[in-house]
């Protein structure tokens, strides 16, 4: 057997240098498990793509980083995802180059991958009353995906934001809940009488309460807001179909997710005069270059009517 069969990793595990990266990045730069999750797909796929060419991350030259990017883009992987991982791949030389286990960084001379900048879609007031109006039901489960999507557009939470929800984040009669972003970063974010009523309902004794299991699975989530049909939290993949059924059910499409009721609560609130560090602080962004496009949205709205409603602005077109 070769040196190089018993050097490749093993198609689950990864290198310890790099475990000690990932490591490194919870407790150092405080990333989420959904962040640290992502990082370990796509150094895997890097690692493992090196293996196949008898190379390894120690000793990978710009030329190889070259290739996996090329590679990845002529399997037909979006620019986004490509730039994604790319990411991942610079994150970790550079690490290693800083700690010594490599004397260089072969990324740091590596073009970015360009991803196309196109704006976010908000909804309309009337397709988010459509939304909510397709909840129709009266069962928990319905009180619960009502709370959900009501809650989700007065917030602009994430929806990793919104399962992670305990019941000691809620204040109703604040009308403010505690959600913890992306580095465990807290804020307090209000919310409005719609919002508040939908969750009322809920946590009242005909829903959530009927959901919940003679015995909790978890500690966790004897705690949760959103209990998903079994009485366990609800997960991120479980709140997204949420999203996406009643947004088929509303006539939306097939295509609505809930980052897009995040655009959609961003949106109003700049086009009504809202500042943009306090819709920055709303939203946990933590560039508020993040939070600017939400004004070109905006603009663009605006000349959307402009053009349609102005008698002289098409003249000249």
Same mark, same amino acid.
């Given at each position: 057997?070769?040196?190089?069969?018993?050097?490749?990793?093993?198609?689950?595990?990864?290198?310890?240098?790099?475990?000690?990266?990932?490591?490194?990045?919870?407790?150092?730069?405080?990333?989420?498990?959904?962040?640290?999750?992502?990082?370990?797909?796509?150094?895997?796929?890097?690692?493992?793509?090196? #293996?196949d060419r008898g190379r390894?991350?120690?000793?990978? /030259?710009?030329?190889?980083?070259?290739?996996?990017?090329?590679?990845?883009?002529?399997?037909?992987?979006?620019?986004?995802?490509?730039?994604?991982?790319?990411?991942?791949?610079?994150?970790?030389?550079?690490?290693?180059?800083?700690?010594?286990?490599?004397?260089?960084?072969?990324?740091?001379?590596?073009?970015?991958?360009?991803?196309?900048?196109?704006?976010?879609?908000?909804? /309309?007031?009337?397709?988010?009353?459509?939304?909510?109006?397709?909840? /129709?039901?009266?069962?928990?489960?319905?009180?619960?995906?009502?709370?959900?999507?009501?809650?989700?557009?007065? /917030?602009?939470?994430?929806?990793?934001?919104?399962?992670?929800?305990?019941?000691?984040?809620?204040?109703?009669? #604040?009308?403010?809940?505690?959600?913890?972003?992306?580095?465990?970063?807290?804020?307090?974010?209000?919310?409005?009488?719609?919002?508040?009523?939908?969750?009322?309902?809920?946590?009242?004794?005909?829903?959530?309460?009927?959901?919940?299991?003679?015995?909790?699975?978890?500690?966790?989530?004897?705690?949760?807001?959103?209990?998903?049909?079994?009485?366990?939290?609800?997960?991120?993949?479980?709140?997204?179909?949420?999203?996406?059924?009643?947004?088929?059910?509303?006539?939306?499409?097939?295509?609505?997710?809930?980052?897009?009721?995040?655009?959609?609560?961003?949106?109003?609130?700049l086009a009504h005069g #809202?500042?943009?560090?306090v819709v920055q602080e709303?939203?946990?962004?933590?560039?508020?270059?993040?939070?600017?496009?939400?004004?070109?949205?905006?603009?663009?709205?605006?000349?959307?009517?402009?053009?349609?409603?102005?008698?002289? #602005?098409?003249?000249?077109?």
């Amino acid at each position: 057997m070769t040196d190089l069969a018993h050097s490749r990793p093993s198609r689950h595990a990864l290198p310890l240098d790099v475990e000690e990266f990932l490591a490194w990045l919870w407790s150092e730069k405080g990333r989420s498990a959904n962040t640290l999750s992502a990082y370990r797909s796509d150094l895997r796929r890097y690692v493992h793509w090196l #293996a196949d060419r008898g190379r390894t991350h120690l000793d990978a /030259t710009s030329a190889d980083l070259t290739a996996f990017v090329a590679e990845r883009r002529a399997d037909g992987a979006a620019a986004s995802t490509v730039a994604r991982q790319l990411a991942s791949v610079r994150m970790l030389h550079r690490y290693l180059a800083v700690e010594g286990l490599r004397a260089d960084d072969p990324s740091s001379a590596l073009e970015g991958v360009k991803v196309p900048s196109g704006l976010p879609k908000p909804l /309309t007031e009337t397709q988010v009353t459509a939304l909510i109006d397709a909840v /129709t039901g009266h069962r928990p489960v319905d009180q619960r995906d009502r709370a959900l999507l009501e809650l989700l557009y007065a /917030t602009g939470a994430r929806i990793s934001e919104a399962v992670g929800l305990s019941l000691s984040d809620l204040d109703l009669d #604040a009308r403010q809940v505690r959600l913890f972003g992306k580095g465990a970063k807290e804020r307090i974010v209000p919310f409005g009488s719609s919002a508040a009523g939908a969750l009322d309902v809920w946590l009242s004794g005909a829903g959530r309460p009927r959901m919940v299991p003679t015995q909790w699975r978890r500690r966790d989530d004897s705690d949760a807001v959103f209990l998903s049909v079994r009485g366990s939290r609800l997960t991120r993949q479980a709140a997204w179909l949420v999203v996406k059924n009643y947004g088929r059910r509303a006539g939306i499409g097939d295509d609505l997710s809930p980052h897009v009721l995040r655009h959609s609560c961003a949106t109003p609130l700049l086009a009504h005069g #809202a500042a943009l560090r306090v819709v920055q602080e709303m939203l946990g962004h933590a560039s508020i270059s993040t939070t600017q496009v939400y004004t070109r949205v905006s603009q663009q709205r605006l000349w959307d009517v402009y053009r349609s409603a102005h008698p002289r #602005a098409t003249l000249s077109e």
